[in-house]
C-alpha cells in the first residue's frame, strides 16, 4: 500500500517561509512525476507546483513562481516544497500527490495518490 505522509505546514506571518515535506511509503511506488497542490476554503484545489522524477525538470503555477521552490530526493523518495515571501493568499491545505497516470503534473486528475494534507496559514 503507497502512502504520502506530509509535513511542515503552520502559521507564519507575511513574508516568512515555511518548508513542506513529503515522503513515500510503500514497496511499489513508483512515479514520473510528484506535485504540490492547494486548496483554500470555498475554492478548487489548484496545481502549485511539479517535478518530473527521474530529471528533475521543475514547474510552477504563476501565482507562486520566484517564491516557491520544489524539490526532490530520490534516495528518500521525498518531495519538498520550500515556501519564500509567503503572503495571505498562499493560505490553503497544502497537499502533495504522487502516481502520476499520464498527460500533464498540473492536472489533479492524473495522480493516483494523495497525502493527507497539511494547513498553511499566512497572517497579515
Known amino acids: 500500500q503507497v502512502q504520502l505522509v506530509e509535513s511542515g505546514g503552520g502559521l507564519v506571518q507575511s513574508g516568512g517561509s515555511l518548508r513542506l515535506s513529503c515522503a513515500a511509503s510503500?514497496?511499489?511506488?513508483?512515479?514520473?512525476?510528484m506535485g504540490w497542490f492547494r486548496q483554500a476554503p470555498g475554492k478548487e484545489r489548484e496545481f502549485v507546483a511539479g517535478v518530473l522524477w527521474n530529471v528533475g525538470a521543475t514547474y510552477y503555477a504563476d501565482s507562486v513562481k520566484g517564491r516557491f521552490t520544489i524539490a526532490r530526493d530520490n534516495a528518500k523518495i521525498t518531495v519538498y516544497l520550500q515556501m519564500d515571501s509567503l503572503k495571505p493568499e498562499d493560505t490553503a491545505v497544502y497537499y502533495c500527490?504522487?502516481?502520476?497516470?499520464?498527460?500533464?503534473?498540473?492536472?489533479?486528475?492524473?495522480?493516483?495518490?494523495w497525502g493527507q494534507g497539511t494547513q498553511v496559514t499566512v497572517s497579515s
Open positions: 500527490a504522487g502516481g502520476l497516470y499520464s498527460g500533464s503534473l498540473r492536472n489533479s486528475d492524473r495522480y493516483a495518490y
Open positions: 510503500g514497496r511499489t511506488f513508483s512515479t514520473t512525476a
